[in-house]
Structure formats: structure tokens, C-alpha cells
């Protein structure tokens, strides 16, 4: 009852603070904006007392399974956002981040109980390569949320449209460069998953290459060519976020393969 209980606080939370950033970014409300981002703040200490609360039910680390990976997703990206918000100040950004931390969160539930845990997964190398995935995500999102805005930005800006919610989105400049950040962070991250991955296939009995482990390797590729792109084809803005929009839907589509094959029993 107390998880249940927790889980519902948390996503209440979430839910109310993202109808204040959007409240924020279409009408302007400042006071909702820096509301929102406290709320975000007391909804993330929530969320932690519900991993917490999980851990001690369970007995098992909050990354030994798809239901607890995708709810330490979930907050890594709110905590991402938070550390950007210090840097950037840009609370217009978490009308796109919120949304997607909820639809983590929701999916964690969706998942849970759909296979037992297998053996495999207390492997401890198997567990520092989806941690690696995991912080390597979290960037990619907040990547995919400013890469998204400024989509949204720059076809309002060509559009001519300067009214409403215009202008309370960040700078064109400032959202691509909280989506280069966030991709040259997530990369190496992402690359250290790769290599740990590759690891744990050839110590164990696993399958060699799977759906799943495919789309993993495509969304490094994807996110490689970002990274290398930028630095010596000097890509920027609107390419660079198309880019970046299809390397994090890469990304998903790995935890949704990992889905299906759990909810399969395969």
C-alpha cells in the first residue's frame, strides 16, 4: 500500500507540474514557471521514497528489471533537468521534459510483473551496462526535449509567428546548445554501455545479437554521426536536432523491444 501510495503522489506531482509549465509557456505565467520547477523538485524527492520504498519490498537493486530501470529513467531525467535549470534557466523546457518523465514512469507500471527477473540480470557487469544506458538516456532526453522546442521554435520563427508561446521558448541558440551538451554527455555513456554489453555477451550464454542489442548498436551509430557531425561537418540547429530526434527514438525503441521480448516470455 505505501508503494502504491507513493507511486500516485508521484505522478500526481508530475502531472500538476507540468500543467504549470504549460500554463507558463502558453500564458505567460512566470509564477507558474518557477512553481512548476519546486514542484519538480518535491515530485522527484517522492519519487525517490518510491524507488526506496520498491528496493525494500522487493529486496532487489531498482535496475534489476524493466519495471525498476524504467522508473530510475524517469527521475534520472527530472534530476537531469533540474542541473540544466541552474545552468540555463529555461523553464519553458519542462513543458517537453515532464511529459516524457511521466510516460517512463506510467510504462514502469505497465511493465511491472510481465517476467520474472532472469538470472543473468545479477550479473554485476550486466547491471553497470544498463546503468550506463540509463545515464546515457537521461541525456539523450533532455537532448530530444531542446532538440524538439527548438523545432517547434525555429518553424514558428520561419512562420513568422512571434506571438503567444513564442515567446516564452528559449533562444534558438540556447536550445541547441543544451542539445549539444547533453549529446556529448550522453555519448561516452552510451559508448561505455556498448562496450560493457558487448562484455557481458561473451561471458555469458546469451543471444548474440537480438533486436534489441541491434537497435542499441543503431542508436550509437545514430548519435555518432550527431557527435561527429557537429565537430567537423559543423552541423548545428535544425539538422543536428533532426538528428538528435532520431537517435533518441532509437534509444526508446530498445526499452520497448526489451518489452515485448520480456512480455513474451522469450
Known amino acids: 500500500m505505501p508503494v502504491t501510495l507513493l507511486f500516485i503522489t508521484t505522478v500526481a506531482l508530475y502531472v500538476v507540474a507540468w500543467l504549470l509549465d504549460l500554463s507558463s509557456l502558453f500564458r505567460g505565467a512566470k509564477r507558474s514557471g518557477t512553481l512548476a520547477r519546486r514542484l519538480l523538485g518535491v515530485a522527484a524527492a517522492s519519487h525517490v521514497a518510491y524507488i526506496a520504498a520498491e528496493f525494500f519490498a522487493g529486496g532487489q537493486t531498482p535496475i534489476a528489471d524493466l519495471n525498476g530501470t524504467l ?4 527521475l534520472g ?19 517537453f521534459v515532464t511529459p516524457i518523465t511521466l510516460v517512463f514512469l506510467l510504462g514502469a507500471a505497465l511493465v511491472r510483473g510481465v517476467a520474472e527477473v532472469p538470472p543473468p540480470v545479477a550479473s554485476a557487469l550486466l547491471q553497470v551496462h544498463i546503468a550506463f544506458n ?19 521554435q525555429e518553424h514558428l520563427l ?28 550522453g555519448f561516452p555513456l552510451l559508448t561505455a ?52 530526434i532520431m537517435g533518441f527514438a532509437c534509444g526508446v525503441s530498445v526499452l520497448a523491444a526489451y518489452a515485448v521480448k520480456l512480455g513474451s516470455g522469450a
Open 71 to 74: 522508473s530510475t529513467l524517469s
Open 77 to 95: 531525467v527530472v534530476l537531469a533537468y533540474l542541473l540544466v535549470q541552474r545552468s540555463y534557466t529555461v523553464p519553458a523546457l519542462g513543458a
Open 134 to 152: 540509463i545515464l546515457g538516456l537521461v541525456a539523450f532526453t533532455v537532448a530530444f526535449a531542446a532538440s524538439t522546442a527548438y523545432v517547434i
Open 158 to 185: 520561419r512562420k513568422k509567428r512571434i506571438g503567444g508561446a513564442f515567446r516564452q521558448l528559449p533562444s534558438l541558440g540556447v536550445l541547441d546548445s543544451i542539445s549539444a551538451h547533453a549529446t556529448n554527455v
Open 193 to 244: 554501455g556498448v562496450v560493457t554489453g558487448a562484455l557481458f555477451v561473451t561471458q555469458s550464454s546469451a543471444s548474440l545479437f537480438s533486436g534489441a542489442q541491434a537497435m542499441g548498436l543503431l542508436t550509437w551509430i545514430v548519435f555518432a554521426g550527431v557527435v561527429v557531425l557537429r565537430l567537423v561537418g559543423g552541423w548545428r540547429g535544425r539538422r543536428a536536432a533532426f538528428g538528435t
